[in-house]
């Protein structure tokens, strides 16, 4: 079946660090990868998403490389801001999949202080 | 425009009491997903809908849920005899043709089984 594995958290980092979160997958076919954030109150939000291998998803200063020889989607930002906090989920479309089922990974809590 | 609306946002309901769940998808979007998010998890996908009909059933965990979308735009959840384990926050999801892969999510319902 399809899954999404992600680094365990919380992640707490300091203002302009650099912040890396780590994504594997196991999926039939070529899948679809996606980052989605969910900022304090607010909905589920995409962040950034990849369709193909060695595509480069980017948004908001965040990047996420489709690796397929390693199955992997890490998330990965230079310089984090407090307005970073939030929690993350990188989530997959199997490959084939008409329709945009979503499976997500458990999430990652990520805090930035000042 | 308005995004995704739900409502009530939060329910509390005893054991095998019945609840229904209220989706407002972003107008002229075609597709229509709900999934569970229980405590400290990813979203797990519940079903599908593509305008009124349901292509998808497969994640609904018992014959005590039920999803509907008569008009192709309003759906409803329906969550029959809850029971302990149904605590969770339920999402919905629309997404439009031209972008199928990009959803958009509601804030939640966040229901507590007592």
């Known amino acids: 079946g399809n899954s999404v594995t992600q680094m365990e958290g919380p992640v707490t980092l300091s203002e302009e660090a650099f912040l890396t979160i780590n994504c594997t997958y196991t999926?039939?076919?070529?899948?679809?990868l996606f980052w989605y954030v969910q900022y304090p109150g607010e909905g589920l939000q995409l962040l950034l998403k990849?369709?193909?291998?060695?595509d480069k998803g980017s948004n908001k200063g965040f990047e996420a490389t489709y690796r397929k020889e390693t199955t992997s989607f890490h998330l990965e930002k230079g310089s984090v801001q407090v307005s970073d906090s939030a929690v993350y989920f990188c989530?997959?479309?199997?490959?084939?999949?008409?329709?945009?089922?979503?499976?997500f990974g458990q999430g990652t809590i990520l805090t930035v202080h000042p | 425009g308005a995004g995704v609306s739900q409502s009530p946002r939060y329910k509390v309901a005893k054991r095998g009491q019945d609840v229904a769940l209220r989706c407002d998808p972003i107008?002229?979007?075609?597709?229509l997903f709900w999934y569970q998010q229980a405590l400290g998890q990813g979203p797990e996908f519940l079903t599908y809908?593509?305008?009124?009909?349901?292509?998808?059933k497969s994640g609904l965990p018992s014959d005590r849920f039920f999803a509907e979308r008569p008009e192709g735009s309003v759906s409803t959840l329906k969550i029959q005899r809850t029971q302990q384990e149904d605590s969770a926050v339920y999402l919905c999801?629309?997404?439009?043709?031209?972008?199928?892969?990009?959803?958009?999510f509601g804030p939640g319902t966040r229901l507590t089984v007592t």
């Open positions: 999801a629309s997404s439009s043709p031209g972008a199928r892969y990009e959803q958009y």
């Open positions: 809908f593509q305008n009124e009909a349901q292509l998808d």
């Open positions: 990849a369709t193909k291998a060695d």
């Open positions: 999926a039939t076919g070529y899948p679809s």
């Open positions: 107008s002229g979007h075609v597709s």
């Open positions: 989530a997959l479309v199997a490959g084939g999949t008409s329709y945009g089922k979503l499976t």
